[in-house]
């Protein structure tokens, strides 16, 4: 089974959260990033650590596709594996910016099994 979210978010000059994963199991997901602004966009993902009740980086360094810059009119591709079912993407934009994002979650599901699909 696919699912699929595309959509726009405002980036603000101050480090906020973009979008967090609602999972119940491991994270895995392709993602496509585009800076629609004019500003770059810094951006790093995060997993909740149940242990230490604190959002921890993915990646320790820059640099890396969980854990960099997106210049203006540029997309980034990543594929998104992670065990812990916890995870969201945080950044800012000096001056602000607009980042457009889309995502694609695989998720395996049983004949005649439920959806994971959650109602708001």
């Known amino acids: ?7 726009i978010q ?3 000059e101050t480090e906020a959260q973009l979008f967090e994963f609602l999972n119940q199991g ?5 993602l496509f990033l ?10 790093r993902f995060q997993q909740f650590s149940a242990e ?10 820059p640099d890396d596709d969980l854990y960099g810059t997106l210049l203006t009119t540029r997309t980034r591709s990543i594929k ?9 993407l945080v950044g800012n934009a000096s ?17 005649g099994g439920a959806m994971p699909i959650l109602n708001f």
């Open 80 to 88: 998104l594996t992670v065990a812990n079912p916890k995870v969201r």
């Open 1 to 7: 089974m696919q699912i699929a979210v595309s959509d």
């Open 95 to 111: 001056g602000g910016s607009t980042l457009w994002f889309s995502v694609s979650r695989f998720v395996v599901r049983a004949s």
């Open 26 to 30: 491991t994270t895995d997901a392709l």
């Open 52 to 61: 230490d009740q604190e959002w921890q980086d993915l990646v320790a360094d």
């Open 10 to 12: 405002v980036v603000g």
């Open 34 to 43: 585009s800076n629609l602004g004019v500003n770059t966009i810094n951006y």
